[in-house]
């Protein structure tokens, strides 16, 4: 993410700035320095040359002072005070050891000559005999004054003050030279920090521009672009960090291409699994989850992602996430609905870093309802295959045993038992060729022997021996007829004549079985765009709208005492549906109950013209 940065946030500000405040700490430091220096300098200076020209004037007036002639030397000394002053002097006064003021070079002073003086500045220089200074400021110009007043000492070694020399001046020009001095240093900074600014401008600009490059680039590959390569300017540490980021750019492109190729990979092999794969948190949060499992936890991946594995399981109120993970079996989820059933079988492996921490689970779905189908049918095909078989060795040993008891010597009985013994064991003869038919069908050894056969004539003669079983069977108390409703049309199909024959007799069988007295049983054949479809109907009692998706199964009986009583073994339908599924065929049953049932047969049918035999 590119963030705009203001000039005042940016480095070329930062490194200026630093620039700056150094060179005015310096520029102050130096400065102060400076000008404390040549202030003092030039004070001292300024009262030195004072003290000169005053120690001039002492042993200029000291032998005038020395002598004590009054009038002479008051001209004298009016004369030396005259040549004395000027150049910053504002006054000059010879004073003797009496405090009497002997001259003073100011004019409006002159009346005071004479008189004696109550400066305190002169009454101490006379008692004490030190050079007395003092600064002040002019009240009315407000000029810097300073003023020194020395003793004039006998030079005969007597140390006698004879007076003192009061000297007053203008230092003021000193501190306006001070002045001018001190602007000029000022002048001078601000052009020197100026060309700082400038200088660190480049010195700056000289740094970030290859700084400015690496982010760039930076946010660049970020972004997934590492296409870009950052100039080198230098062989110093940021030309290092510039060949650093090229070669990372280059190592991060290619571990970007290795990743993604492997997301790809396992994008690929989780979403053409055939197992469904959920993967989550350590939370137990839904993370990843391939198209397998939202087919068959039938939910999309909105619905999915970032929900709990618990709730997405529909195990949330039996478990927890501890104890799901704690459950070292596998475990089955139900996932059936109206239509269809579903039933999953679950494997959960934990994600463990080197650490042992645990950092998510991973869940594999496996899809065993077919599994499950084919063993609840395993399990229920021998229960019915022992009920079927026990139900008929049973009935056998009853009345093998009453013959052995001694009914063999009835003449009226004995045949009786016989008979139903035979009828017994050749059900079970049936039950078993049915069973090996299936079975063979089942393992795809069972061979159809194809020809083109008119099944107009093919349907015609099963019905005609069944009409002919009706009328010349004399046990029957059922009247039935048969009726016909047959295309015009002569329609040729492939098929195995005796395989076919066995179909339709066990449909007449069962019409027959199941049709009231007077009831009629309807044979179609119709012809449609490309299948031939044979329909029998009966008016019997129906079978159940429960129960009619479950007539094709093996061992399934509508009404299981009635059935069975009329000798059927279950396994008629089953192996209809095999034989039609063999021939590329359909067979289905349509029925109302109380009203009948109508059994469909449809079969492949390609038209011909009689032309394309010759």
Request: negative net charge; hydrophobic residues 40%; contains cysteine.
């Amino acid at each position: 993410m590119k963030k705009k940065i203001t000039f005042f946030q940016s480095i070329d500000f930062k490194i200026i700035f630093v620039f700056i405040i150094l060179l005015l700490v310096a520029l102050e430091l130096i400065g102060t320095y400076f000008v404390r220096q040549l202030e003092t300098q030039l004070v001292t200076n300024f009262q030195e040359e004072k003290r000169l020209q005053v120690g001039f004037l002492d042993n200029t007036i000291q032998p005038i002072l020395f002598d004590d002639e009054t009038a002479e030397d008051s001209t004298e000394i009016e004369r030396l005070i005259e040549d004395f002053s000027g150049n910053g002097i504002l006054e000059v006064q010879i004073i003797d050891a009496q405090h009497y003021l002997l001259g003073t070079s100011d004019s409006t002073q002159q009346n005071s000559v004479g008189s004696k003086t109550n400066d305190k500045d002169v009454q101490q220089a006379l008692l004490l005999g030190n050079t007395v200074t003092s600064q002040y400021r002019d009240q009315t110009t407000n000029d810097r004054i300073w003023k020194l007043v020395s003793p004039i000492i006998a030079s005969d070694g007597s140390n006698e003050i004879l007076g003192v020399i009061a000297l007053t001046t203008n230092i003021e020009s000193v501190y306006e030279q001070i002045s001018e001095i001190t602007l000029i240093f000022l002048n001078s900074s601000l052009i020197a920090v100026a060309l700082t600014v400038i200088l660190a401008l480049f010195i700056s600009r000289a740094i970030t521009k290859p700084i400015t490059e690496m982010t760039q680039q930076t946010i660049q590959m970020a972004d997934g672009d590492y296409s870009g390569q950052v100039k080198v300017y230098s062989k110093d540490e940021l030309g290092i960090l510039s060949m650093a980021i090229n070669d990372l750019s280059t190592k991060v492109e290619e571990a970007q291409e290795t990743t993604e190729s492997e997301r790809r990979r396992l994008n690929s092999v989780l979403t053409h699994m055939t197992d469904g794969v959920i993967a989550t948190d350590r939370r137990g949060v839904i993370v990843i989850i391939n198209d397998k499992a939202m087919e068959m936890l039938n939910i999309s991946q909105e619905m999915a992602l970032g929900v709990s594995i618990l709730k997405v399981l529909k195990i949330d109120k039996e478990y927890t996430l501890r104890k799901l993970l704690e459950n070292e079996k596998d475990m089955y989820f139900d996932f059936s609905n109206d239509e269809i059933p579903v039933t999953l079988r679950g494997e959960f492996t934990l994600i463990q870093r080197e650490t042992g921490f645990i950092s998510g689970i991973v869940c594999v779905l496996h899809d065993v309802t077919k599994q499950e189908k084919i063993e609840n049918e395993r399990k229920e095909f021998v229960s019915n295959v022992s009920h079927e078989l026990r139900t008929p060795l049973t009935s056998m040993r009853s009345y093998l045993e009453a013959l052995l008891d001694g009914a063999w010597k009835d003449p009226e009985i004995a045949p009786q038992f016989l008979q139903v013994t035979q009828e017994e064991t050749d059900r079970m003869i049936r039950m078993i060729k049915d069973l090996l038919d299936l079975s063979r069908m089942d393992s795809g050894k069972g061979t159809l022997d194809l020809e083109y056969l008119n099944v107009n004539e093919l349907f015609d003669h099963v019905i005609k021996r069944f009409e002919m079983m009706i009328q010349s069977s004399e046990e029957s108390t059922k009247d039935f007829s048969i009726k016909r409703n047959f295309t015009d049309r002569q329609l040729w199909v492939e098929v195995d004549a005796d395989k076919m024959i066995q179909v339709l007799d066990n449909i007449m069988n069962n019409a027959i079985k199941y049709s009231p007295d007077g009831g009629t049983i309807t044979c179609g054949l119709i012809e449609t765009n490309d299948s031939v479809v044979i329909s029998i109907s009966d008016e019997g009692l129906g079978i159940p709208k429960r129960d009619l998706a479950n007539v094709f199964d093996r061992f399934f009986r509508v009404d299981k005492a009635r059935a069975r009583s009329m000798g059927g073994t279950g396994l008629g339908l089953a192996i209809s549906k095999e034989v039609i599924h063999q021939h590329k065929g359909k067979i289905w049953a349509e029925s109302t109950e109380g009203k009948g049932t109508t059994f469909y047969i449809s079969l492949p049918y390609l038209p011909y013209e009689e032309d394309d035999w010759e």
